[in-house]
């Protein structure tokens, strides 16, 4: 049967005017090059391919799932051997990741891949028992954001109102992690994460540098209407120029966090908020003006903390904690083997220590592992050199 309907003849097959939507969706595919803008030819290949990529989706999901089921196999020997407390293994993780970006051909970027598989191992290690991580809340902060990114979103998180409370928590066993900011790029190191690690007994087991992006969102969808901006005092000097363009007779409330700002514009009628996109998901926010802040390359830089340390991965950070004696040379004691075994520093930061008046703590991060030949002579001998050397953590650089 040969069929005579054209689009230039539709108003022969229309109710009052209109196309009925059975009407519609029969020509729809009665005529689907015409539809798809495409020819006969073009539309056959289309539809291979999507076949095509359909197969490959069905085993993916099957692959997907037999890992799975290989990871729940992992957690019952585990438990067989007496471990019940965690089963997460960072340098295991690092080695995954960094195995499967560096096998990556593309077109997906190294990052697109390192992302995928740390949400794949995050949802199998979940079978095996899901990890707790602790963080500077309340939900919805930057440190949330930054646990997410280095464990992947199948993970339950612990809010806390201090950074103390975060080590205290995973001191505890209460939480397995826990994640505290220790440096931003724009406004310099954060002194309560220096001052927690001089006392505890917590290791570093790895590191997190977000990328900070500043959105003023608000339950009214016009930026005339807002009566008063909420953010936290560093969020707010970080938008200064932008609020002060845009915004200038605004009042500006500064609280506790980016977090609670945007809780407190999901409550107030004409109030806005400064902070991060998944605040806005979570109080129900509209976002107005996306990435205000001043500095464009803004970004903060996490350190997470647990109780066991970790293995080498042959791409690592040690951070460490020392005081110098009060001699004349006694930094460059200090600096100068690290230089003649080869060791990079990539930070040194000084802080009082809170004992003797003008006695201070230096926190350094080098290059390298604990394990590694070099690295142990160098701290040998920078040992002979200060009253105090203590071993913060030798952990994976951050690749995600």
């Excluded at 007994?201 to 909420?230: F, K, P, Q």
Aim: net charge negative.
């Amino acid at each position: 049967m040969r069929w005579l309907i054209s689009w230039s003849n539709l108003s022969d097959v229309t109710v009052d005017g209109h196309l009925s939507s059975f009407t519609f969706n029969a020509l729809r595919r009665l005529l689907p090059s015409r539809w798809d803008g495409m020819s006969g030819t073009d539309h056959t290949e289309l539809q291979s391919i999507r076949l095509e990529i359909d197969h490959i989706d069905d085993q993916l999901l099957a692959l997907i799932n037999r890992r799975a089921h290989c990871a729940k196999k992992v957690a019952a020997i585990k438990t067989s051997q007496g471990e019940i407390d965690c089963f997460h293994r960072p340098e295991r993780e690092v080695e995954v990741l960094r195995r499967m970006m560096d096998k990556n051909e593309g077109p997906l970027s190294r990052q697109t891949i390192g992302r995928f598989f740390r949400e794949l191992m995050s949802e199998c290690l979940a079978l095996e028992k899901p990890l707790v991580v602790a963080f500077l809340g309340p939900q919805g902060t930057f440190t949330q954001q930054a646990a997410y990114r280095h464990f992947g979103q199948a993970i339950n998180t612990t809010p806390t109102t201090t950074i103390e409370d975060i080590f205290k928590l995973v001191e505890s066993g209460a939480c397995q992690y826990g994640v505290v900011p220790v440096e931003n790029s724009t406004d310099g190191v954060i002194t309560h994460t220096l001052d927690s690690l001089l006392h505890s007994s917590l290791v570093i087991t790895g590191e997190v540098s977000l990328r900070i992006h500043h959105n003023l969102m608000s339950s009214h969808e016009r930026l005339d209407a807002i009566e008063v901006v909420y953010s936290h005092q560093q969020s707010l000097a970080q938008c200064r120029q932008w609020l002060d363009r845009y915004l200038p007779n605004t009042p500006r409330t500064p609280v506790s966090s980016n977090a609670e700002a945007a809780r407190l514009a999901g409550q107030q009628d004409h109030a806005a908020a400064i902070a991060g996109e998944v605040a806005a998901d979570l109080y129900g926010l509209h976002i107005l003006e996306r990435d205000i802040e001043d500095e464009p390359d803004n970004t903060t830089r996490f350190l997470v903390l647990g109780r066991n340390p970790v293995g080498s991965t042959g791409t690592d950070k040690t951070s460490l904690l020392l005081t110098l004696q009060n001699d004349p040379g006694a930094l460059y004691g200090v600096l100068e083997p690290f230089a003649r075994h080869g060791i990079s520093m990539s930070k040194i930061e000084s802080r009082p220590s809170r004992k003797v008046a003008w006695d201070y703590v230096f926190f350094v991060d080098v290059e390298g592992h604990l394990q590694d030949e070099s690295l142990a002579k160098a701290l040998k001998e920078v040992g002979e050199h200060v009253t105090l050397l203590k071993i913060l953590g030798s952990y994976p650089r951050a690749i995600v």
